[in-house]
Nanobody, 121 residues
């Protein structure tokens, strides 16, 4: 079955950096668009961006553009989210998900379990 496992979360000071990883199994990774999503306490999910399988092109939401970078390695079935200049408002549970925006927002069928990122002095 589809499994997505996030790792790399932790606590970091404002201005710091973290790199999250997502390891996929149970499906042909290279054939699927892959997204990153986050959810802060008391808030709804926020889609961060996608890497498109066909083109390899990445689109990052304007809210984090310039600070967050998405990449994937089809040979390793992994996807990464590199986050720089982190702010306290970036504190959230971060998920990787199989699919593009329309396929993952509102549906949690193919989300991982999430990894916590806390940005605090």
């Amino acid at each position: 079955q589809v499994q997505l496992v996030e790792s790399g979360g932790g606590m970091v000071q404002p201005g710091g950096s973290l790199k999250l990883s997502c390891t996929a199994s149970g499906f042909t990774f290279s054939e699927y668009d892959m997204s990153w999503i986050r959810q802060a306490p008391g808030k709804g999910p926020e889609w961060l961006g996608v890497n498109y399988a066909n083109s390899g092109r990445t689109v990052v939401d304007i809210a984090v553009k310039g600070r967050f970078t998405i990449s994937r390695d089809n040979s390793e079935n992994t996807m990464s989210l590199e986050m720089n200049n982190l702010k306290p408002e970036d504190t959230a549970l971060y998920y990787c998900a199989r699919g593009s925006f329309a396929e993952v927002i509102g549906r949690r069928d193919y989300w991982g379990q999430g990894t916590q990122v806390t940005v605090s002095p």
